[in-house]
């Protein structure tokens, strides 16, 4: 990992929202979730990858298309 990005190591295993610019697709708020909400699994000099935490299918985001990363609180459903 770049050594800009090792504060970003706080987030790994965290319950994230990515922030990125507009992109040419129009989401639902349940396609937003999936896209954009997940797991920090790992960061690397290119960006992040993070697992949905419906699907925990994987998703990879480069750092030049990140505006921001917010940790957020999981409640489980069954809770």
Known sequence: MH?????????????CTI????????FDEKTNI????????QI???GLWFENIGNHKMNFFFFKFIIGIAEETFV????
């Open 3 to 15: 050594s800009d990005n090792k504060n970003l190591e706080y987030f790994i295993g965290k319950i």
């Open 76 to 79: 489980p459903a069954d809770e």
């Open 19 to 26: 922030f990125v610019p507009e992109i040419n697709r129009r």
């Open 34 to 41: 999936e896209y954009f909400v997940g797991k920090i699994t």
């Open 44 to 46: 690397d000099s290119l």
